[in-house]
Nanobody
Framework: QVQLVESGGGLVQAGGSLRLSCTAS????????MGWFRQTPGKEREFVSR????????WYGNSVKGRFAVSRDNAKNTVWLQMNNPKPEDPAVYFC????????????????WGQGTQVTVST
């Protein structure tokens, strides 16, 4: 089993930046993906980003494309989400996710989830 622990959430000013971290324990996260989702009350969990094991390929949700950046360090079993220029629509609980696979639609279904970290954006 893999345990995922997020950190780095908190209050960020609109237009500022914030970096979320997620470290896995239990065993090394293997292929294929690590990444992030987010969720606000009353809404479904939303895909934010994922990155391949070798770090060469990454994908982003339309709402964060061009503003957020995902990266990982397999030696540290860690994935990061750099949140640049956060907007009022970005506040949510951000969940780290790992492994799993893709549906035929391309939707990622992670196998492991973190507990989430709250991000709030001040305007």
């Amino acid at each position: 089993q893999v345990q995922l622990v997020e950190s780095g959430g908190g209050l960020v000013q609109a237009g500022g930046s914030l970096r979320l971290s997620c470290t896995a324990s239990g065993r090394t996260v293997s292929n294929p993906y690590m990444g992030w989702f987010r969720q606000t009350p009353g809404k479904e969990r939303e895909f934010v980003s994922r990155i391949t094991y070798d770090g060469k390929n990454s994908w982003y949700g339309n709402s964060v494309k061009g503003r957020f950046a995902v990266s990982r360090d397999n030696a540290k079993n860690t994935v990061w989400l750099q949140m640049n220029n956060p907007k009022p629509e970005d506040p949510a609980v951000y969940f780290c996710a790992a492994e799993g696979g893709l549906l035929i639609t391309g939707t990622w279904l992670p196998r492991f989830w973190g507990q989430g970290t709250q991000v709030t954006v001040s305007t």
